[in-house]
């Protein structure tokens, strides 16, 4: 189901392009996870690695505050209304304000906004999609049964199974905690 990719390929950035509403999520070291939807125009994917998210006025910051002290910004999308996919991204972000000399250079990629207050510059070093068969339609609201059929034609021992190969650690090798029936 999920694969992962080195950089952003032009199935993807046609992807990103077509969604309304994209989410970050971020974190310290210590705390609570910051997972945000975002919308608007704006967001440009400007190469294979790399994203520009302009960052408008909001009730909390906790993006800015996260990058701080930890430069890594998760950024997804889902489809609601076309083919069930997901797609992350995975990188290291660095703050770009008003007042520094980047500022104009990197804001002219979206259409002029008072409310602007950050540009984020999201460094990709993974591109993840993965089937998205249980994310709702929004368009006509109504259940995918997808993952539903997925799961009908699998046996018990094939879901462990399942499990045990896919499930048991993160993309980064750590243990899920899931547990692995024999």
């Known amino acids: 189901m999920a694969k992962q990719f080195a950089t952003i390929e032009d199935a993807h ?65 889902c489809s609601f209304n076309t083919r069930p996919l997901i797609l992350r991204t995975y990188g290291t972000a660095r703050t770009i304000h008003r007042a520094d000399a980047e500022w104009a250079g990197l804001a002219a990629h979206f259409p002029a906004h008072r409310g602007a207050r950050q540009i984020y510059d999201l460094d990709v070093d993974l591109v993840q999609t993965s089937c998205g068969y249980a994310v709702p339609f929004m368009d006509n609201p109504r259940h995918r049964d997808t993952l539903d059929r997925w799961t009908d034609g699998k046996s018990d021992d094939d879901l462990h199974a399942y499990w045990a190969e896919k499930n048991t650690e993160t993309i980064d090798g750590k243990p899920t905690g899931i547990p692995v029936v024999t």
Do not use: Y
């Not at 970050?24 to 967001?43: F, W």
């Not at 993006?63 to 998760?74: D, K, N, S, V, Y």
């Open 13 to 77: 950035k046609r992807f990103i392009e077509d969604q309304s509403i994209f989410f970050v999520g971020t974190a310290g070291p210590e705390g609570r996870v910051n997972v945000s939807p975002k919308g608007m125009d704006s967001l440009r994917v400007m190469g294979p690695n790399r994203i520009l998210w302009l960052n408008i006025t909001g009730s909390g910051n906790e993006t800015a505050g996260h990058l701080r002290e930890i430069p890594r910004m998760t950024l997804m999308w």
